[in-house]
């Protein structure tokens, strides 16, 4: 597999300011060439849409969010989460997400900081016009932490992407570190 030259390793935050927070060390990682991330990760990760819709069309159900921990300023609001499919409990995706608050108004951001629902999910269902745009792809080497979060004690390693959510004006609404199950 290529590895790409390490760029700023910031594009982890906001999984790094967790990591951070709780005195817990980043696990050991590399940065991946899209070209090289295997099947189903290249198809699930290097796109320009959201991730939520993506996921549950490749594992055929909806999607549920459970939040492992927030902070809320009046301006950002960070959250951990995992990714559940509803029919199974299966976890599918980790999330370490910086949503600017300031982008969004009324329902919508309410709903953002009650944290039933993916962002994404959110973001469609009010139709708000928004892209991905994925800054790197990594292969993250699987702590205990990561194991407990998907509930896979003997996994390796997790491929995901360091990702920015923009609006149709290119206006950040959200940075996102998402890693996705084995």
Excluded at 42 to 69: K, P, Q, W, Y
Excluded at 118 to 127: D, K
């Amino acid at each position: 597999m290529s590895a790409l030259p390490a760029p700023n390793t910031e594009l982890l935050a906001p999984l790094s300011l967790f990591r951070r927070k709780w005195a817990a060390p980043m696990p050991d990682f590399e940065w991946v060439d899209s070209a090289f991330l295997p099947e189903p990760y290249r198809t699930l990760l290097v796109h320009n849409g959201d991730m939520t819709s993506r996921l549950e069309a490749f594992h055929g159900g909806e999607i549920v969010l459970e939040v492992l921990h927030c902070e809320h300023t009046p301006i950002a609001y960070r959250r951990e989460v995992v990714l559940h499919m509803e029919a199974t409990g299966m976890p599918i995706e980790y999330g370490a997400i910086e949503i600017h608050l300031e982008a969004f108004e009324g329902e919508l951001r309410e709903l953002i900081v009650a944290a039933r629902l993916p962002l994404g999910g959110l973001l469609n269902r009010f139709g708000i016009d928004y892209h991905s745009e994925p800054k790197a792809f990594i292969r993250l080497g699987a702590d205990p932490v990561m194991r407990e979060h998907f509930q896979l004690p003997d996994a390796g390693h997790f491929y995901g992407r360091c990702n920015v959510l923009l609006d149709s004006n290119n206006r950040e609404l959200a940075r996102i570190v998402e890693l996705l199950r084995p």
